[in-house]
């Protein structure tokens, strides 16, 4: 079992569409979330980070973490054409060497 | 904000070329990475870098080595470039504990 799975999709949805993005985890140890949007043939770019559990809003985009169920979620409202691209989850343990996991990423197309 | 740039988008290179890669970051990161992304396998780490002079091998580090003199430059060697390491490469640094990554850098080895 991988530590944190996400799955690749794609994930096709219509413009103006609630988008819900998750990844599963099984180390219990971490503590830090971290959301990524790679654009194609692009660098990953931070959209989120929170620590430990609860929810962060930031426009658009919710993540989300539940501890208990080791799973983490993020939604994007009102979805736009711009928003096509893969999204890739990671964490990391506090203390110690800093290195995060990641997902593999989820593919997502928002069609107009 | 952050910034992470890489010396080259796209580079090509002809087999047995030793190949450097170079990335700065501005804000004073003493934790800095590099990770090749492949279609299907995700990110994987090569090599990672605590401080300046330090560095530690990732999880395939074979036929790579880095550098790094300064704090806000850490480069990627590859000594002998083979065709199995066409790819994207991408370097980061780390904040408290999110990562920050560059631009990327797609090498393709002929």
């Not at chain 1, 654009?39 to 609860?54: A, D, F, I, V």
């Amino acid at each position: 079992q991988k530590e944190v799975e996400q799955d690749p999709g794609p994930l096709s949805v219509p413009e103006g569409a609630i988008v819900s993005l998750n990844c599963t985890y099984s180390n219990s140890a971490f503590q830090y979330f971290m959301w990524y949007r790679q654009y194609s043939r692009k660098g990953p770019e931070l959209l989120m980070y929170t620590y430990s559990s609860g929810n962060k809003e930031d426009g658009r985009f919710t993540a989300q973490v539940d501890k208990s169920s080791k799973y983490i979620s993020l939604f994007i409202r009102d979805s736009q054409p711009s928003d096509s691209a893969t999204y890739l989850c990671a964490m990391s343990a506090t203390g110690g060497s800093y290195i995060p996991t990641f997902g593999r990423g989820t593919s997502l197309i928002v069609h107009p | 904000d952050v910034k992470v740039t890489q010396s080259s988008r796209y580079l090509v290179k002809r087999t047995g070329e030793k190949v450097f890669l170079e990335c700065v970051q501005d804000m004073d990161h003493e934790n800095m990475f590099w990770y090749r992304q492949d279609p299907g396998l995700g990110l994987r780490l090569i090599y990672f870098s605590y401080d300046v002079k330090m560095k530690e091998k990732g999880d395939i580090p074979e036929g790579y080595s880095v550098s790094r003199e300064k704090k806000e430059r850490f480069s990627l060697i590859l000594e002998s470039a083979s065709t199995n390491q066409t790819s994207m490469y991408l370097c980061a640094s780390t904040g408290l504990y999110e990562q920050y990554f560059g631009p990327g850098t797609r090498l393709t080895v002929t």
